[in-house]
């Protein structure tokens, strides 16, 4: 299980560019897999902090990918983002807050991300944030 946050600041979303494998240099949200005796809220929650430095508050969750042929499920939460002491750490190269325009499309580590950033854009143009639950069988 993998869970992450979509964290949002000043209509900016938080994202990290990745300093580890796999997909080393491209951007991602703040994800990763969970801990035991962690909740799905706390796994983001930590994740968020050990890939950015820095702190979050959930809002809802929001998106669900279930990937039967990795053998994942990646879960994301939107989230409000508490600070700006964002920065690299040993996990990210680079943190940064991008606006819509500001998203390197090309460059995002996974499709989960990416369907995961495309819904929020769309969302937030009607004023309406929707639980998604969504299966992608190939990358």
């Not at 994740?47 to 990918?65: D, M, R």
């Amino acid at each position: 299980m993998v869970v992450g946050a979509l964290c949002v600041r000043d209509e900016k979303i938080l994202m990290a560019k990745r300093n580890i494998h796999p997909r080393k240099g491209m951007w991602t949200l703040p994800a990763g897999f969970m801990e035991n005796a962690e909740t799905l809220q706390q796994g983001a929650l930590r994740e968020t902090f050990e890939e950015t430095g820095s702190h979050a508050k959930v809002i809802q969750p929001y998106t669900l990918f279930s990937l039967p042929h990795i053998n994942q499920v990646h879960m994301f939460f939107l989230a409000d983002l508490l600070d700006e002491n964002f920065g690299p750490t040993s996990e990210s190269q680079l943190v940064e807050l991008h606006g819509e325009d500001e998203i390197l499309w090309d460059e995002l580590a996974f499709p989960t991300v990416e369907k995961t950033l495309r819904h929020y854009f769309s969302d937030k143009q009607k004023g309406e944030y929707i639980f998604r639950e969504e299966n992608i069988t190939l990358w």
